[in-house]
């Protein structure tokens, strides 16, 4: 039985990770907005009972319903088979994909530092400073993490050589950094080794390469998390 992903139809955001993960493990999903629209997504969600998700995404499987990014794809990983087979070892695959979930809200608070409800012209001149604290500060301090953690098992994923959920998310985050600031990433090109590995090394997955270049596949834009605003790549 198909997965149902419940995600906004018109942006990458948080969804993409789902559907990176899905597509390269070959795992099947109903993208149920893109199909429907996003009224459908807002009818749906309000009519689920229990503890509803509190935004999406969210998945349903069967009379299962899991929100948040991590746990939704620790979730699909555990049920396809698609871990370690080691407890541990998932838990500090889980505690990675926790760590992006952390990273990726900060790439968001960049260009709305003050709130996610005020426009981005709006708040431009505190986008401006935080963007240059973001891209001294924060991007090395997670990527060289991440960077560590493939390094661990060898690359070039970050169970060596055996893909994960942790791989496409952070696949996913390297392509958003380079559409996002690609002044900065092609500055500091040849600083996270392995982390560039793994962005070559994600897309040879099979099943993932079709789906790359198909129209299924979303592009950034300045509606979701990475968005490119040249006064913010400002080297």
């Given at each position: 039985?198909?997965?149902?992903?419940?995600?906004?139809?018109?942006?990458?955001?948080?969804g993409?990770?789902?559907?990176?993960?899905?597509?390269a493990?070959?795992?099947?999903?109903?993208?149920?907005?893109?199909?429907?629209?996003?009224?459908?997504?807002?009818e749906?969600?309000?009519?689920?009972?229990?503890?509803?998700?509190?935004?999406?995404?969210?998945?349903?499987?069967?009379?299962?319903?899991?929100?948040q990014?991590?746990?939704?794809?620790?979730?699909?990983?555990?049920k396809e088979?698609?871990?370690?087979?080691?407890?541990?070892?998932?838990?500090?695959?889980?505690?990675?994909?926790?760590?992006?979930?952390?990273?990726?809200e900060e790439?968001?608070?960049?260009?709305?530092?003050?709130?996610?409800?005020?426009?981005?012209?709006?708040?431009?001149?505190?986008?401006?400073?935080?963007?240059?604290?973001?891209?001294?500060?924060?991007?090395?301090?997670?990527?060289?993490?991440?960077?560590?953690?493939?390094?661990?098992?060898?690359?070039?994923f970050?169970?060596?050589?055996?893909?994960?959920?942790?791989?496409?998310?952070?696949?996913?985050?390297?392509?958003?950094?380079d559409?996002?600031?690609?002044?900065?990433?092609?500055?500091?090109q040849?600083?996270?080794?392995?982390?560039?590995?793994?962005?070559g090394?994600?897309?040879?997955?099979?099943?993932l390469?079709?789906?790359?270049?198909?129209e299924q596949?979303?592009?950034?834009n300045?509606?979701?998390?990475?968005?490119?605003?040249?006064?913010?790549?400002?080297?």
């Amino acid at each position: 039985m198909s997965v149902e992903l419940w995600y906004w139809p018109n942006i990458p955001g948080r969804g993409e990770f789902i559907r990176l993960f899905c597509e390269a493990f070959q795992i099947d999903y109903t993208d149920m907005a893109r199909e429907q629209n996003a009224d459908a997504l807002v009818e749906h969600m309000h009519g689920l009972e229990g503890i509803r998700p509190f935004a999406p995404p969210y998945i349903v499987d069967g009379d299962v319903t899991i929100g948040q990014t991590p746990l939704i794809l620790q979730y699909l990983s555990d049920k396809e088979g698609h871990g370690s087979g080691e407890m541990e070892v998932d838990l500090q695959l889980l505690q990675l994909q926790l760590d992006i979930a952390d990273f990726v809200e900060e790439v968001h608070s960049v260009h709305h530092p003050i709130a996610s409800e005020v426009y981005y012209a709006d708040q431009m001149d505190s986008a401006f400073e935080k963007a240059g604290y973001f891209r001294a500060q924060r991007i090395p301090k997670y990527l060289i993490h991440f960077d560590n953690a493939i390094a661990a098992n060898g690359g070039p994923f970050s169970l060596g050589q055996q893909p994960s959920h942790v791989d496409t998310s952070l696949f996913q985050i390297m392509e958003g950094l380079d559409y996002m600031f690609p002044n900065y990433m092609k500055e500091m090109q040849g600083t996270w080794t392995y982390l560039e590995g793994l962005q070559g090394a994600v897309p040879e997955i099979e099943g993932l390469a079709e789906y790359l270049a198909s129209e299924q596949r979303m592009e950034f834009n300045e509606d979701g998390i990475f968005r490119h605003y040249e006064e913010l790549d400002d080297q």
